[in-house]
């Protein structure tokens, strides 16, 4: 039974220390606290990002 709480606590210890490199190497990137946007938000972008590209090409090349 000795080696059974080996395995549990060499699990999260694993895993500790894995999201602890992670972290390290993704320098903190990802934040969970960050809200998705809602598909209102999504839409408004894409709608700008096609006006936006649209108005560019209407004055032609000069």
Same mark, same amino acid.
């Given at each position: 039974m000795h080696w059974m709480m080996w395995i549990f606590w060499g699990f999260f210890g694993a895993l500790f220390v894995g999201s602890y490199v992670v972290d390290k190497l993704t320098k903190k990137k990802y934040s969970l606290d960050k809200k998705a946007?809602? +598909?209102?938000? !999504?839409? =408004? +972008? +894409? !709608? =700008? %990002?096609?006006? +936006?590209?649209?108005?560019?090409?209407? %004055?032609g090349m000069f």
């Open positions: 946007n809602t +598909a209102n938000q !999504d839409s =408004a +972008a +894409a !709608d =700008a %990002s096609r006006q +936006a590209g649209r108005n560019n090409h209407e %004055s």
